[in-house]
Antibody
Framework: QVQLVQSGAEVKKPGASVKVSCKAS????????INWVRQATGQGLEWMGWMNPNSGNTGYAQKFQGRVTMTRNTSISTAYMELSSLRSEDTAVYYC???????????WGQGTLVTVSS | EIVMTQSPATLSVSPGERATLSCRASQSVSSNLAWYQQKPGQAPRLLIYGASTRATGIPARFSGSGSGTEFTLTISSLQSEDFAVYYCQQYNNWPTFGQGTKVEIK
């Protein structure tokens, strides 16, 4: 069965960076794009970007351009999302998801809570 | 950016009743529209993609319709496990989500 398992919760200070991992199993990792979506507590969903694990090509939402980097290690079927220059507004649960089409997530990870606090 | 507007914000429905949720796009997204269900503390679950295609394992009581700018998610007979927040998402252009509709027990 398709599974996406994310790394554990993180606490970061303002200005720092965070890197979240997402390990895929149950399907061919390089055959589907990976999307990243975040959700602040009690708020809605916010799409951050996509990555093609085969080519490494990426596309980022304008809001995150210059601060987000999505990468992968195909040998271990793992995707990564790094967000830099963190601020309190970045406190959220970050989800990775396999994309049915380029930007339509079907299977989701369990989420990683990133807390930004001084 | 395409803005997705969902209505109503909250829908109070009795078990066994029909629920109709709406989603409007600020410009045409063709049929590139998905619906997700999210329960507290859980990741979203894909229900519908392509505006009307049920995702794998989704019960037939969930149906989607619409194209262009107006979309509807219908739950024909609400079960206890269906009380949750529902989001629409367009993926015709850079993806955006609606703000969600909470379906609560009446």
């Amino acid at each position: 069965q398709v599974q996406l398992v994310q790394s554990g919760a993180e606490v970061k200070k303002p200005g720092a960076s965070v890197k979240v991992s997402c390990k895929a199993s149950g399907y061919t990792f390089t055959s589907y794009d990976i999307n990243w979506v975040r959700q602040a507590t009690g708020q809605g969903l916010e799409w951050m970007g996509w990555m093609n694990p085969n080519s490494g090509n990426t596309g980022y939402a304008q809001k995150f351009q210059g601060r987000v980097t999505m990468t992968r290690n195909t040998s271990i079927s793992t995707a990564y999302m790094e967000l830099s220059s963190l601020r309190s507004e970045d406190t959220a649960v970050y989800y990775c998801a396999r994309a049915l089409t380029t930007s339509c997530p079907d299977y989701w990870g369990q989420g990683t809570l990133v807390t930004v606090s001084s | 950016e395409i803005v997705m507007t969902q209505s109503p914000a909250t829908l109070s429905v009795s078990p066994g009743e029909r629920a109709t949720l709406s989603c409007r796009a600020s410009q045409s997204v063709s049929s590139n529209l998905a619906w997700y269900q999210q329960k507290p503390g859980q990741a979203p679950r894909l229900l519908i993609y392509g505006a009307s295609t049920r995702a794998t394992g989704i019960p037939a009581r969930f149906s989607g319709s619409g194209s262009g700018t107006e979309f509807t998610l219908t739950i024909s007979s609400l079960q206890s496990e269906d009380f949750a927040v529902y989001y629409c998402q367009q993926y015709n252009n850079w993806p955006t989500f609606g703000q969600g509709t909470k379906v609560e027990i009446k």
